[in-house]
């Protein structure tokens, strides 16, 4: 089994015993550490750089330098820019759904296909109705797949949520603002716009979740991204942040054994704040994003 990052970094500490302070060569033996612990999480390589980057330049601050045992600063370091740069410095609100103040409040989920849209629609219906106290209705943009209605009329049922009807015939936008309008009409606290994915990025995909974006104005548009999905997470994203302004994160399958590299590739390229976690296929598999924890498990 590879050493985690912690214990590699002490064997780096060990052999600076005797030697004072960090010096350039010590300094980048342990960045180095840093950044290939980094890589086996699958992190993107422009993430890493960016993070490698940050704590070099923190590393050589006063802090560093001056401390007793350097090597230990430095772990220090590294734990907990890793942590901010997850969104430990956004403070827990980052991970709150906002709601509109004129209801219904619209959440648009983005994504490939295969991600967990769908599961985490059920997962925030639950979530919305239980813990908020809210109304919630969802709706199916997906008209290429009966089936992908059908599993959101399903899930939708399961949790004890409304759920507004639509058929591949019907075109999305003319969806999405049908089911605005029932919403509004029944005084749904919550609509939850659940829409197609494809295998790949695909421009006329874009467009038309760009088109039912621009239709109904969601107060929150949750791209929705595999934990699993490693270094390809950061050209998804990149893909969904042009084309959509997205206003936060779901991370699903993190109850599968990767080490969620994908998280910091995701956050490097949106900046926007990971909001949930999805931890199990179940509907009751949702957690409020966990900064810290999450850094402790890329460095494994
Ligand atoms: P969609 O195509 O993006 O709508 O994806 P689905 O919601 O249909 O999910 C695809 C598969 O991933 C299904 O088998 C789900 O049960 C599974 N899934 C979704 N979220 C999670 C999760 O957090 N953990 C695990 N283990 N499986 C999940």
């Known amino acids: 089994m590879l050493d985690n990052l912690t214990q590699r970094l002490a064997k780096v500490v060990k052999t600076m015993r005797g030697e004072a302070r960090l010096t350039e060569a010590n300094t980048a033996e342990m960045l180095r550490e840093v950044r290939m ?6 992190v993107a390589l422009p993430a890493v750089r960016e993070f490698i980057a940050r704590v070099k330049e923190k590393a050589l601050g006063e802090e560093v330098i001056s401390s007793l045992s350097p090597g230990q600063a430095l772990v220090g370091v590294v734990q907990r820019e890793l942590a901010a740069i997850m969104g430990a410095d956004l403070g827990p609100e980052a991970a709150q759904i906002s709601f509109a103040q004129q209801p219904p409040a619209i959440i648009l ?5 295969g991600v ?3 599961t985490t629609v059920g997962k925030l219906a639950k979530y919305l109705k239980e813990q908020k106290k809210k109304k919630v209705l969802t709706v199916s943009a997906d008209v290429y797949r009966p089936a992908a209605i059908a599993q959101l009329q399903s899930v939708t049922a399961q949790v004890g949520a409304d759920f507004f009807p639509s058929t591949a015939q019907d075109k999305p936008v ?4 049908a089911a605005l309008d029932w919403a509004k009409k029944h005084y749904h606290d919550v609509l939850i716009i659940d829409t197609a994915g494809r295998l790949g990025i695909d421009e006329a995909m874009m467009q038309e979740i760009a088109a039912v974006h621009g239709a109904v104005k969601p107060i929150e548009t949750l791209f929705v991204v595999d934990a699993m999905l490693g270094q390809d997470a950061i050209n998804t994203a990149k893909a969904f942040n042009d084309a959509l302004p997205l206003t936060g994160i779901v991370l699903t399958k993190l109850d599968g054994d990767s080490r969620g590299g994908a998280a910091l590739s995701v956050r490097h390229i949106t ?6 976690a999805g931890v199990s296929e179940k509907l009751d598999g949702l957690e409020a994003f966990d900064p810290t924890r999450m850094a402790n498990r890329v460095l494994g």
Not at 37 to 42: S, Y
Not at 109 to 113: E, V
Not at 271 to 276: H, N, T
Request: charged share 25%; hydrophobic share 50%; net charge neutral.
């Open 37 to 42: 612990a980094l890589l086996e999480a699958d």
């Open 109 to 113: 989920m983005a994504g490939l296909q």
């Open 116 to 118: 967990g849209k769908t």
């Open 174 to 177: 003319e969806i999405a603002l």
């Open 271 to 276: 900046g926007k704040p990971i909001k949930f």
